[in-house]
């Protein structure tokens, strides 16, 4: 009977113990459960309030978005600028890259009711920094657009920015920019584009936009410069009508200063396609980023929209894109273009009416 209750009393302990390390472990996850530091176990529904500390704090942090303003496209950019505004709930600063003849109509546009809360600083473009860069027709001198260069200067404009987004005037963006921005580049690349062999491009035929998704399309093959380069001429193109930039890395590698060498370079030497007439920006980009760029979502640049009049997209693909991208001649504010009335939606009229009168002058010249 003594073995029995010793027994029993072993028996007893060994059970108070289990149940007070039972009550300490409890007490341990109670504690857990309860502390407010992400960084601790947390309860599955505290997950879905997650994103929304997220939002508040993307609502603090600058999102730079750089847009060129020339005079006779000024209402292109207002568009632009219009939907990536009302699409965003981020914090997006506009550097607006304009001529000191266009700062009077784009503030009084900008102060239209749609745009006033909008955040911008307007920046003056100095063409003289082109200078022996750029060859200009003596013929033609209405043809060089000193504004297209913008995009080479990122540094310049935004120069306290680790990361920009560039885009052109004629793109319309249907979804938050703020994803773009968040496009992941990989160790030592500048930038981001959307390659021209992507899905949404090279599934679609361009008629008349001459070979637009390869090298051999932009660059002069014939010449010894090229050759030595030692770039395939079949190697997939990008567009640069929109793209996402480092510009750490940009200001690390010299970017503007190799684009500006082979800028200079080509007015000795012509080392451009003639086979696309006009397209002098995206040859040194194309040498300066060859194999060194990251991809944005091919989504994030639905383009070829004005290379012809015709609707080359279905209009569910249009309304599931993430930006559209009028590039090529025909334009949704001068002339016949797919689409026009999605940029409409995001048009601001002129209060100056000078815009206005250029749109119906260029239908009154197609109707011709």
């Known amino acids: 009977s003594v073995n029995i209750s010793i027994l029993i009393v072993a028996v007893v302990i060994f059970l108070l113990v289990i149940h007070h390390n039972f009550l300490s472990l409890s007490d341990f996850l109670r504690r857990e459960l309860s502390d407010p530091s992400p960084l601790g176990l947390q309860p599955i529904d505290f997950i879905p309030a997650a994103p929304q500390r997220l939002a508040d704090e993307w609502n603090d942090k600058e999102i730079?978005?750089?847009?060129?303003?020339?005079?006779?496209?000024?209402?292109?950019?207002?568009?632009?600028?219009?939907?990536?505004?009302?699409?965003?709930?981020?914090n997006v600063v506009f550097h607006i890259v304009t001529l000191n003849d266009t700062v009077d109509h784009l503030r009084m546009w900008l102060r239209s009711p749609p745009l006033k809360n909008m955040r911008y600083r307007i920046l003056?473009?100095?063409?003289?920094?082109?200078?022996?860069?750029?060859?200009?027709?003596?013929?033609?001198?209405?043809?060089?657009?000193?504004?297209?260069?913008?995009?080479?200067?990122?540094?310049?404009?935004?120069?306290?920015?680790?990361?920009?987004?560039?885009?052109?005037?004629?793109?319309?963006?249907?979804?938050?920019?703020?994803?773009?921005?968040?496009?992941?580049?990989?160790?030592?690349?500048?930038?981001?584009?959307?390659?021209?062999?992507?899905?949404?491009?090279?599934?679609?035929?361009?008629?008349?936009?001459?070979?637009?998704?390869?090298?051999?399309?932009?660059?002069?093959?014939?010449?010894?410069?090229?050759?030595?380069?030692?770039?395939?001429?079949?190697?997939?193109?990008?567009?640069?009508?929109?793209?996402?930039?480092?510009?750490?890395?940009?200001?690390?590698?010299?970017?503007?200063?190799?684009?500006?060498?082979?800028?200079?370079?080509?007015?000795?030497?012509?080392?451009?396609?003639?086979?696309?007439?006009?397209?002098?920006?995206?040859?040194?980009?194309?040498?300066?980023?060859?194999?060194?760029?990251?991809?944005?979502?091919p989504m994030w640049n639905v383009r070829h929209l004005g290379s012809s009049a015709g609707k080359r997209y279905s209009p569910q693909f249009v309304e599931a894109a993430k930006l559209l991208h009028w590039n090529g001649h025909f334009k949704p504010w001068g002339r016949t273009a797919s689409y026009a009335e999605v940029w409409e939606k995001w048009y601001v009229p002129d209060p100056a009416g000078k815009f206005n009168l250029i749109r119906r002058h260029s239908e009154a010249y197609e109707a011709k």
């Not at 847009?67 to 496209?73: K, N, V």
Request: proline letters at 6%.
């Open 124 to 297: 003056d473009f100095d063409p003289r920094v082109l200078e022996g860069k750029v060859q200009v027709d003596p013929q033609k001198p209405d043809t060089f657009k000193p504004l297209t260069f913008a995009r080479f200067y990122l540094p310049s404009f935004v120069p306290h920015a680790e990361k920009v987004i560039y885009v052109d005037d004629d793109v319309i963006v249907q979804d938050d920019i703020v994803e773009l921005y968040n496009t992941p580049l990989k160790p030592g690349h500048a930038a981001a584009f959307s390659d021209d062999c992507d899905s949404t491009s090279s599934k679609v035929a361009v008629r008349g936009a001459g070979n637009q998704y390869n090298y051999i399309g932009f660059l002069d093959y014939k010449k010894e410069t090229i050759r030595k380069l030692a770039m395939k001429a079949n190697t997939c193109s990008f567009n640069p009508g929109v793209f996402v930039a480092n510009l750490t890395e940009w200001k690390l590698q010299n970017i503007t200063k190799q684009l500006e060498k082979w800028m200079a370079l080509n007015v000795v030497e012509e080392l451009y396609s003639k086979t696309l007439a006009g397209s002098i920006t995206t040859p040194p980009l194309l040498i300066v980023f060859y194999k060194q760029h990251s991809s944005i979502d």
């Open 64 to 90: 730079p978005v750089v847009i060129a303003a020339s005079d006779e496209r000024l209402g292109g950019a207002i568009a632009a600028m219009n939907s990536i505004y009302q699409n965003t709930r981020a």
